[in-house]
T-cell receptor
């Protein structure tokens, strides 16, 4: 079974621009979560989508948004980019067959550099 | 609130020596606990997980971890380190109705020849 895929793998943008990252979950997985990884803040939860609805959201400004499509693929968008948005953005998927904790499987990440 | 603390941001061991990476957690409800490994310029790979049941869990690449509720710990061990084990290791927690993971700050493992 193919793993979680993320596109693009690398991205360079300038301040003020916006960016869209894409994530395709493992086949059959219905939940997609996004995380931001930086040297200073470590791994932080952005949001989770399940059945095209945002289920949970981390403590990030409204410039960070996402969506999920009917095939469970997900995109996240960052508007008005700031230098501090430079990070590795990781997508994870899980089956979400129960209402509780789940095992998440991660993609390779998208490395975003903001100049 | 839940949290994960990894003791030691950097650990060095000699090839063939015991690997011990420490993780302590805080959770008001029974947690699911995970160890992930990250190689340079890659995503996170699941090493092992504890959900319920047996407290000693075995994972890939010879790693294992023991859930100790009384000590709120979930330390990762491997009897004999290999050069290929050099990477960053993350302990993570999920609990209650939330599927989001709370991560520790990571431990960079160096394996010396």
């Amino acid at each position: 079974k193919a793993g979680v895929t993320q596109t693009p793998r690398y991205l360079i943008k300038t301040r003020g621009q916006q960016v869209t990252l894409s994530c395709s979950p493992i086949s059959g997985h219905r939940s997609v979560s996004w995380y931001q990884q930086t040297p200073g803040q470590g791994l932080q939860f952005l949001f989770e989508y399940f059945s095209e609805t945002q289920r949970n959201k981390g403590n990030f400004p409204g410039r960070f948004s996402g969506r999920q499509f009917s095939n469970s693929r997900s995109e996240m968008n960052v508007s008005t980019l700031e230098l501090g948005d430079s990070a590795l953005y990781l997508c994870a998927s899980s089956t979400a067959t129960s209402g509780g904790p789940d095992t998440q499987y991660f993609g390779p990440g998208t490395r975003l550099t903001v100049l | 609130a839940q949290s994960v603390t990894q003791l030691g941001s950097h650990v060095s061991v000699s090839e063939g020596a015991l690997v011990l990476l420490r993780c302590n957690y805080s959770s008001s409800v029974p947690p699911y606990l995970f160890w992930y490994v990250q190689y340079p310029n890659q995503g996170l790979q699941l090493l092992l997980k504890y959900t319920t049941g047996a407290t000693l869990v075995k994972g890939i690449n010879g790693f294992e971890a023991e859930f100790k509720k009384s000590e709120t710990s979930f330390h990762l061990t491997k009897p004999s380190a290999h050069m290929s084990d050099a990477a960053e290791y993350f302990c993570a927690l999920s609990s209650g109705s939330a599927r989001q993971l709370t991560f520790g700050s990571g431990t960079q493992l160096t394996v010396l020849p």
